[in-house]
């Protein structure tokens, strides 16, 4: 690759790794989902039991894939709207190897059985060492980069992924604190009640800046990239980016109403919790309207047809958390597969697709040739759509069941259902979800494919960054 | 406009932006969070509440290797309903020994919090071997490996207790020395069954409400 162009390769391979953890990590999903239906295909071995390949599911989908493509799609990003290559590129691969390599020997503990306990931070020690030092080498890559920018404003997209470096970065390095005992065990500095609050401080907020903040600025960058328009609001990004910001990060406790934690911080969560569908539905009318002047090609794309159908599972999940926050709809909810159906309204339906659009985009320009196949694509738009629905309808009217017969009490105030009454009733919805899982999986491997073999009739492409020209990401 | 002027600065200056950022998210933490942690109110623990002891330490380290707090949760929340099932409601100083707390957050099984004493540990052995032994309808995995593992296989329970001493648990030197002697000829099952039967122990003498 000569010297003047992009730095392009490693995006490529952040791409294909995010695709291979994507694949991974949702047959593990599959996996537990199968073994709630039938819980002895663990076949007493334990590293297949239910709790480690649970662990090993958060972790591959949000740290090998959401992780991955943020920063592949970042790396791109960065480079076209300060129109300079990236900044320290033998870092910038040092961050590959070594994030790749976390999540390979973290993802190995974990079935071994090493795990801190915490939730979405289960990996130990060790592990939280590597991956704090690969991010402060991200963060000075990316960073890096934007400091020798050509254009004169750091582009929105950039304030996002901006976010997500410092916010991530603080979180995991506070919740991370702890006494290491042996290489693989260590105890929380925090006990208790104060580190119920850290955690859930640091696990509602690596939702916000990771799959709500990172993602958005993927949408930022690729949807007016895209659509071929600016981005509708300047004046509305920059509202609901500082709100935004300040918002998300006062919702923790909305993940322990009724617990043994201060009344006032649950209220404050509450209220938090509320506010933040201002931002949130603010950033998605900024990308319908965008899109919105680009209708014609909405018929023909199906890139652009993911992201559409994203923006819209974003609006239903940036919806429906703010009411899961309310004490008194909290109260039915919590503990219950409603939060797991909220849950993967985002995860599938938000950050999933997103993704999906974002790569049907970008691996053809990677590699110089047009995608593969369209129909495959399309086949998979309907695959992705039909599985998010039926896992998110299943987990509703499990999670409601559940909600309605653990607090039902009969005339004598006593409790009516016993809990194994209610576990049985759920079986039917169980096996729902598992066929939803397995359709969007399927959806996935097919553009696995897809875009393997669109790399594999690649031509030689070099894009350099312009001399001084503007235009690269809608208006920069 | 002077909100689109102030903005012109900020996004032009990569130094300025990187601390705006910083400021403006870690005023929540600092207002909601940093309170709770250093003040002493959810810290201390509740009267008569005991530190585990080896072999319930070892348990618990069990509960967490095996991930049971993805299907458990161990918070009793002040509701009729939950406290007529699972017993008296969770208080913030029955957690002081938790090292990291295990409140979960989905029930696929149902809540542990108050679990220590409803059964013996004959059924709970049982159970944890093959849960449709005794509840047929079960979900939960069976445990199988529990019984033919040596507690403590690592000879790690010393360095374990040392660590949770310098976090301040009440360990004394003595109980550091005695503990692979507890362990001794234990398997991993009896140090998980000794977990969940300590589980709850400290409001026994609680009313219900
Ligand atoms: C305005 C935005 C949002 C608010 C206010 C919100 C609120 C909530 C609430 C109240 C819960 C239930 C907590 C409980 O009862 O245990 C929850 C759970 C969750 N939400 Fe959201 N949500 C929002 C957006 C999202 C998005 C976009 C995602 C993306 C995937 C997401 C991912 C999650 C996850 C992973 C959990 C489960 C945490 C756990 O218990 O393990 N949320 N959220
Ligand atoms: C084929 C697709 C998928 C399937 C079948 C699947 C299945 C599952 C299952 C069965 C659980 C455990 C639920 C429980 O304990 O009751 C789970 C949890 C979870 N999954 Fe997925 N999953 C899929 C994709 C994803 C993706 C793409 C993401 C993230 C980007 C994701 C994020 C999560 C999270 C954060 C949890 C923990 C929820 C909580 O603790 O509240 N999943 N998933």
New interface residues.
């Given amino acids: 690759m000569g010297t003047a162009s992009y730095q392009d390769r490693i995006v490529t391979a952040f791409t294909a790794c995010a695709m291979f953890w994507a694949v991974l990590g949702m047959l593990a999903g599959v996996y537990v989902a199968a073994e709630l239906v039938w819980p002895t295909i663990n076949f007493g071995q334990p590293a297949l039991s239910f709790g480690r390949v649970r662990t090993l599911h958060t972790t591959l989908v949000l740290f090998g894939f959401g992780v991955s493509a943020l920063i592949g799609t970042a790396f791109y990003s960065v480079q076209r709207t300060s129109h300079v290559r990236l900044f320290a590129p033998g870092l910038a691969w040092f961050v590959f190897y070594a994030w790749q390599l976390a999540i390979v020997l973290g993802g190995c503990s974990i079935l071994a059985g090493w795990n801190s306990g915490k939730e979405y931070a289960e990996l130990e020690w060790p592990f939280d060492l590597a991956i704090a030092v690969a991010w402060v080498a991200f963060a000075i890559v990316f960073f890096g980069t934007i400091a020798r920018r050509r254009m004169e404003s750091i582009y929105i997209s950039n304030w996002f992924y901006g976010a997500l470096i410092i916010v991530v970065a603080m979180l995991h390095i506070v919740n991370s604190l702890a006494m290491p005992a042996t290489l693989g065990k260590s105890y929380s500095l925090f006990a208790g009640a104060q580190d119920a609050v850290v955690q859930w401080w640091y696990g509602h907020n690596a939702v916000g800046f990771l799959l709500t903040g990172g993602f958005l600025g993927m949408l930022y960058y690729f949807l007016p990239k895209h659509a071929e328009q600016p981005i509708w609001s300047y004046r509305l990004s920059i509202v609901s980016f500082w709100a935004f910001v300040y918002t998300y990060i006062w919702a923790g406790p909305h993940h322990l109403h009724y617990h043994a934690i201060p009344e006032w911080v649950q209220s404050l969560g509450m209220v938090m919790s509320l506010i933040l569908l201002a931002p949130s539905w603010a950033t998605m009318v900024n990308g319908i309207m965008t899109v919105s002047a680009a209708s014609q090609k909405l018929r023909t794309d199906p890139a652009l047809k993911f992201i559409v159908l994203s923006l819209a599972f974003y609006g239903l999940a940036t919806f429906e958390g703010p009411m899961l926050a309310i004490k008194s709809v909290n109260v039915f909810s919590h503990f219950t597969e409603w939060t797991i159906g909220h849950v993967h309204s985002g995860a599938l339906g938000w950050n999933a697709l997103i993704t999906f659009g974002t790569f049907y985009f970008l691996v053809p320009r990677l590699a110089g040739v047009p995608l593969y196949s369209a129909r495959l694509a399309n086949v998979h738009f309907w695959l992705a759509l039909a599985g998010v629905m039926l896992y998110v309808l299943a987990m509703w009217g499990a999670g409601v069941s559940q909600g309605v017969l653990w607090l039902s009490l009969d005339e004598l105030g006593e409790v009516r259902f016993s809990f194994n009454d209610v576990m049985a009733a759920m079986k039917p919805y169980y096996l729902l979800r598992f066929v939803a899982g397995l359709v969007f999986l399927v959806g996935a491997m097919l553009m696995a494919v897809n875009l393997a073999r669109t790399f594999a009739g690649r031509r030689t492409i070099e894009v350099a960054p312009p001399g001084s020209r503007v235009g690269a990401g809608g208006r920069t | ?1 002077k ?2 002027s102030l ?2 600065k900020i ?2 200056n ?1 130094g300025l ?2 601390f ?3 400021v ?6 600092l207002v ?2 940093l309170p ?2 250093l003040g002493d ?3 201390a623990p509740a009267a008569g509440l005991a530190v585990y002891s080896p072999l319930e330490l070892e348990g618990r ?1 069990l509960y ?8 458990h ?1 161990q ?1 009793v ?6 406290v ?2 699972y017993g008296p409601y ?3 100083g ?17 809540d542990l919090a108050r679990i220590g004493g409803k059964y013996n540990d004959d059924w709970q052995r049982m159970h944890l071997l093959d ?2 032994s005794v ?1 047929p ?9 529990l019984a033919s593992r040596d507690a403590d296989q ?1 000879r ?1 329970i010393q ?2 207790m ?3 001493q ?2 301040g648990h009440p360990y004394s030197d003595q109980d550091i020395a005695a503990a692979p002697a507890a362990l001794e000829g234990r398997t991993e099952l009896e140090a998980l069954v000794a977990y969940l039967q300590s589980l709850g122990r400290s409001m026994a003498g609680e009313p219900q409400p």
């Fill in positions: 406009m909100l689109v903005h012109r996004e032009r990569s932006l990187i705006g950022i910083l403006v998210s870690s005023i929540g933490g909601q969070v709770i942690v109110a959810h810290g380290d967490i290797r095996e991930s049971c707090s993805t299907c949760t918070q929340r002040p509701l009729l309903a939950e007529k099932r969770s208080r913030a029955e957690f002081a020994y938790d090292r990291p707390f295990l409140w979960g957050s989905k029930r696929t099984g149902p849960p449709r509840v309808a079960s979900i939960m995995p069976a445990y199988p490996w690592g790690t360095a374990r040392r660590a949770l310098q976090l």
